[in-house]
């Protein structure tokens, strides 16, 4: 894939977090039924990590790494999924703004399905790019549940 994509993504993925970062406070401070502490630094930084683990994707391409356009791809379904889940479905079963739903629908989804496109047709198949999907989720699931979940506490 030319690492034009490659930019594209890291472009969009900045300013995703960015949003989900200047807006995260709302988040925190949703009534709920049970009412749960979002640990807002905590998820900060993983923001700040996942942008900047996302940006080491050009410079894989750039050094050549045969594995890169792979990953690129996991990492647009990752988002993609992302957008729908939990931004897409807190919000409509919210009824209100969450924080990075706007960039996660107007930018995430088509640049993802762009990407996604783009991969599809320099010859990956589909079980390669869910492959790569797995590669990218689990270890971010694992982060972020270690990192955030944890901290997480009821009221």
Avoid: C
Avoid at 17 to 35: H, I, K, Q, W
Avoid at 80 to 90: G, Q, T
Avoid at 116 to 143: D, H, K, M, N, Y
């Amino acid at each position: 894939m030319d690492i034009w994509w490659f930019w594209l993504f890291v472009v969009l993925l900045a300013i995703h977090n960015g949003e989900e970062y200047a807006f995260l406070d709302r988040v925190a401070s949703l009534p709920t039924r049970r009412p749960i502490r979002i640990p807002v630094r905590r998820f900060r930084i993983a923001l700040v990590v996942v942008t900047l683990a996302g940006a080491a994707l050009p410079a894989l391409k750039m050094a050549g790494l045969f594995l890169a356009d792979l990953l690129l791809a996991g990492a647009a379904t990752v988002m993609l999924a992302n957008a729908v889940f939990p931004h897409l479905v807190l919000t409509v079963a919210l009824r209100r703004y969450t924080a990075g739903v706007v960039s996660a629908i107007v930018l995430i989804t088509p640049g993802s399905i762009l990407i996604l496109q783009a991969a599809l047709r320099e010859g990956l198949t589909l079980s390669e790019i869910a492959l790569a999907t797995l590669w990218i989720a689990v270890p971010l699931l694992a982060f972020l549940w270690l990192f955030i979940g944890t901290a997480l506490r009821q009221e």
